[in-house]
């Protein structure tokens, strides 16, 4: 029979930041599991019903590359979802990493945003301008009791190291 623990090790579920980092990023779990179907799902990806690209002003070939576009960026929410909620559910000591990761994708999101405006203005657009600030005050949440919790054992090994 397979065995489950050679993709997944044991959990870790030693998490010493904020308890408002661990219950937002319940709550990104569900943006990106939404997401994810929503786009992988409907019919137009939500391209048309959720971001507003006017389809009908498109040729057949354009709408299917714009649909199979937002079908391809529905795949990487559904896996982001499934990351989120497996370290949610077994590895919470990889929450400050989670919400690095999240930073720096809402970081390139902003870049492209700026570097290659859309014609539209898709509710993901306005998620970016909310998103990166918050998650960035919550990852250094996620850190700050962690790093100080770090430091109570380091300090205490070294007391009892030179005792």
Not at 65 to 75: E, H, K, M, R
Not at 123 to 142: K, N
Request: proline letters at 6%; a positive charge; one cysteine or more.
């Amino acid at each position: 029979m397979f065995d489950w623990s050679t993709i997944l090790p044991p959990a870790r579920n030693e998490y010493g930041g904020s308890r408002l980092s661990f219950y937002f990023l319940i709550l990104i779990g569900c943006m990106f599991t939404f997401r994810g179907c929503v786009h992988y799902f409907a019919p137009d990806g939500g391209s048309g019903i959720i971001a507003g690209i006017p389809l009908e002003t498109y040729s057949e070939g354009a709408v299917q590359t714009i649909v199979n576009s937002f079908g391809v960026y529905g795949i990487g929410h559904i896996l982001q979802a499934v990351t989120v909620w497996l370290i949610i559910v077994r590895y919470r000591s990889l929450i400050p990493l989670t919400y690095a990761y999240i930073v720096c994708s809402q970081v390139l999101a902003l870049a492209l945003l700026i570097s290659k405006p859309l014609p539209v203005v898709p509710p993901g657009q306005i998620g970016v301008y909310i998103l990166l600030p918050v998650t960035s005050v919550l990852f250094l949440l996620s850190i700050r009791k962690a790093a100080t919790a770090q430091n109570r054992v380091g300090a205490a090994t070294t007391q009892k190291s030179h005792a």
